[in-house]
């Protein structure tokens, strides 16, 4: 730390209770008074260097050589600066740091000690000195931090513009070339310490990375941090660091920031003195416009965490939109456990539920925008199925928003309109699979059983049967919560993709019988034994495999007559389960041959299935009108 020493004389003051007295000799003649404190001096050594104590004690001065009192109580710095500046008007020894140049440098421009009364005068001195206090990182954190007890002389001297200005240069340059940082506090001894003759002497440790200025500038003040950060970014920092600066300090002064805990208890086990919950609304609602506005450069889950906490403090509704703006342009990098955010409001449902449609309403926004500037061949329909890089964003949040769906279905204050507004926001190609969907449309109804049956089969409406996975059409076939129109359409498909199924294995049989018999012909011109015996054994083996296949694809078929045959003795008779399946008497359900154009299926998904024209689907006997 930078030291500067003054004077040459032995210390010639003592303390008495709340009084300084000189013990030079000669009685004291002037008192002067700053607060509780009181100094009892001789007016020589004083006016001889202060142009404005000066003209106090010649205004105050009897000429009979009697004592008077004078008050300073708006002295800059206080009774601590005017001790140094008394003893350095008497010649005594004093010691000037980056703690104390500050108030002294006020101080002495308000007693007007420049070197009119007297060369070398304190103006000069402690001005040269505060030049080589700013040269290191330390020694101007330190400088920065007393200006705030003499805050608007260090503005008019432009000391706090001069210390911000020398932070922001090295905080952008290589911390080497100014010093080690200052570690918040000075360190303590510890075994890392290097060993001299037995003798610990503490070592500096170097800085790393970007980060090794986050925790100095922490202990400023919220209107000097925030010019610091302003003069950073106008430097050129990059914004990642300025937005990991401003998460390190947000932590440290919003309790609710660090852990899940009520505002009561959030400051239990530290050393902060807890802040109001005013100052803590005013602190958020600053750190918020501190935050660059790029994407990426904070991660979601501090957004979202700030985001409750904003809550929970009643921020501005303004703060509120801001923060659910940037949480929705990077949606896609959220977890599920952050999108649980408690309900502040009076709204029934435990979770926030509008805020995270909000949430996703901003990032459709943003996608939306992004596909209208991004080339049409870039964003096709069938290049975002083919898995590209412009449907990974829209994907991540499809089973996003899916998850929290299933996680917020068994709330029953959940009502339908909102369920089905969340689900109907992801467009259908954003869903490869609709598992998910279907898994939080199953724990929907079983906590909501007393919606009707057409409520039911507006909600399944959500999913697309054709886009369910094996194992999820086997537990939709089965479940007893689902409409029998939706069991019925997974059945079908089920029963269409077993079907070409089945086709693609008959394909490839023929496929291999032509290989087998070509390669067969060839080996009678080439060898009479060899290879005609090789082809005849892959031939072999092939349709082996296609007779596998084939009987389980049968014994499937088969239970899945059996399900259909439970489900129609469920119900009161088979005239009700015809006229709620929309089947006429007319209709020629019965025959064996049906092209799937011909299929009234309710899902707009069979549709796109019509090019299947030789798919042969056979109804099973349960489903024979008679």
Known sequence: MALLRLGSKPEAFHREGHSWICTAGLPSDVNINIGEMSFHLHKFPLLSRSGMLR??????????????????????GGAKAFELISKFCYGVRIELTAHNVVNVRCAAEFLQMTDDYGDENLILLTESFLSEVLGTWADSIRALEACEEVMPHAEELHIVSRCIDSLAMKACEDPSLYGWPLAGCESKQSPENGLWNGISTPTKMKPTGDNWWYEDVTFLSLPIYKRLILAIESRGMRPESIAASVVHYARRYLPLMNRQSSFEDANQGTDIPKPSEADQRALL????GLIPNKKGVTSSKFLIRLLRTAMVLHASPSCRENLE???GAQLDQASLVDLLIPNMSYSETLYDINCVQRILDHFLLVEQASAITTPANIVEEGQLMNGSDSLGPLTMVARLIDGFLAEVAPDVNFKLPKFEALAASIPDYARPLDDSLYHAIDIYLKAHPWITDVEREQLCRLMNCQKLSIEASTHAAQNERLPLRVIVQVLFFEQLRLRTSVSGWFFVSDHLENSAKSNGNLGLKEDESHPIGSAE???TDGEDDVKHRVCELEKDCSSIKEEIHKLVKAKRSWRNFTRRLGFNKSQSCCSKRTKPSDLRATSSSVNRQQNCENIEVVVPETLKVN
């Open 537 to 539: 054994h892959g031939a």
């Open 325 to 327: 703006k940037r949480v």
């Open 55 to 76: 003209k106090l004690i010649e205004e105050c001065s009897t000429g009979d050589g009697s004592s008077f009192s004078l008050r300073l109580d708006d002295l800059p």
């Open 285 to 288: 609602e600053d750190i918020v």
